[in-house]
């Protein structure tokens, strides 16, 4: 499956629920739907926020395909580089601190880190290349 969308937060809900109905072709799990949505919908927002923030004509393209083991897919930008060329660390926090002391995002690249495999990032002629699987059932 291939998909091709602007950066607008409109496309990417427009998108995830295309992705929602296109998964339902390959057979996977509620469970797997379920955390290929939660990863896109992290990844795509902060292309739209971050990578293509105020360039209404960046573009971002998606491949998914199914093997026997996992879901391979990539995602392409052509926004800008992530921070240092390369994706950000995992970020914890001390979660028996105060409410009002927990930092409010930056979170989102560990919810990914620990959902997916074989996450890598590279930027290669202008653009952003994401890709990871997600083991199957």
Same mark, same amino acid.
């Given at each position: ?26 057979? +996977? $799990? ?6 290929? =949505? ?5 990844? /795509?927002?902060?292309?739209?926020? !971050? ?43 001390? +979660? $028996? ?6 930092? =409010? ?5 560990? /919810?990914?880190?620990?959902?997916? !495999? ?20």
């Amino acid at each position: 499956m291939r998909l091709t969308l602007a950066s607008d937060p409109f496309e990417v809900r427009a998108a995830l629920q295309l992705l929602r109905t296109e998964m339902t072709v390959l057979n +996977l $799990s509620d469970d797997a739907v379920a955390r290929v =949505e939660i990863i896109m919908a992290e990844i /795509l927002n902060n292309v739209v926020e !971050h990578a293509c923030r105020n360039r209404p004509d960046c573009r971002i393209d998606i491949e998914m395909a199914r093997t026997r083991a996992d879901l391979r897919i990539k995602v392409v930008d052509d926004g800008g580089t992530m921070p240092h060329g390369k994706l950000p660390a995992r970020k914890t926090a001390a +979660l $028996s601190a105060s409410p009002e002391t927990l930092p =409010e995002g930056g979170f989102g690249w560990s /919810l990914i880190r620990d959902l997916a !495999h074989d996450l890598t990032y590279a930027r290669r002629n202008g653009q952003n290349q994401l890709t990871f699987a997600l083991v199957l059932d």
